[in-house]
């Protein structure tokens, strides 16, 4: 029984290592137990020479793509300085952008219909209480002048022209205010 699985052995040993076939039991043995036997033999193999002159193959490969890849180290150098300096310049564009969206958001505020529609209320209450205030003052006088009585036909003429005139920027503010809320102004963005 012995003798059929020494052969069964043999017979997988040999299938799988057929240049191990011509070594006796006891040279297996001898090759498991010493080192440097097994590695005289081992080395000898057909695949692990294949395997060896591969990975020789390999490394030689391997080094002459990084010997390759070390002449476009300096060209790579200088293209990756380049890439960051386009990028930076990039980020300062952008940057730059963004003030200049705001800067012009700001201006373009100033002609937005409804920032001009309170300008136009504003400036009708301004209109407003700058007539008053002159109206207020010509009836009043000042405290130097002795009244109204010694006003000239031309003082008279004078304030009411002037006062017919803020009157009329007055009313003429109003009137747009009126029909732009009726929506009667259309405002184009062209």
């Given at each position: 029984?012995?003798?059929a ?7 997988r040993l ?5 240049e191990?076939?011509?070594l ?6 001898d090759?498991?137990?010493d ?6 033999v081992f080395y000898?193999?057909p695949?692990?020479?294949l395997?060896?002159?591969g990975?020789?193959?390999?490394g030689?490969?391997n080094?002459?793509?990084a010997?390759r ?5 300096d060209?790579?150098?200088k ?6 300096e386009a990028?930076?310049?990039a980020?300062?564009?952008e940057?730059r952008?963004?003030?200049?969206e ?9 002609f937005?219909?409804q ?8 400036a ?12 207020n ?6 405290p ?5 009585a010694?006003?000239s036909g031309k003082d008279?003429?004078d304030?009411v022209k002037?006062f ?13 205010g009126e ?5 009667d102004?259309v405002w184009?963005?062209?």
């Amino acid at each position: 029984m012995e003798h059929a699985t020494q052969n069964n052995v043999q017979t997988r040993l040999t299938t799988e290592f057929p240049e191990l076939a011509h070594l006796s039991r006891e040279d297996l043995e001898d090759l498991l137990a010493d080192p440097a036997y097994f590695q005289a033999v081992f080395y000898t193999l057909p695949q692990v020479k294949l395997l060896y002159q591969g990975q020789a193959e390999l490394g030689s490969a391997n080094e002459s793509i990084a010997r390759r890849n070390l002449t476009y180290q300096d060209d790579l150098y200088k293209l990756r300085s380049e890439t960051q300096e386009a990028f930076e310049r990039a980020k300062s564009l952008e940057a730059r952008w963004k003030e200049i969206e705001k800067e012009q958001r700001e201006v373009y505020q100033r002609f937005d219909p409804q920032f001009l529609l309170m300008r136009l209320r504003h400036a009708t209450i301004a209109q407003d209480d700058l007539s008053e205030a002159r109206a207020n003052a010509f009836v009043q006088g000042s405290p130097s002048d002795p009244g109204p009585a010694t006003l000239s036909g031309k003082d008279i003429d004078d304030f009411v022209k002037e006062f017919r005139e803020l009157r009329k920027t007055y009313h003429k503010r109003v009137m747009w205010g009126e029909r732009w809320t009726t929506g009667d102004v259309v405002w184009r963005d062209d």
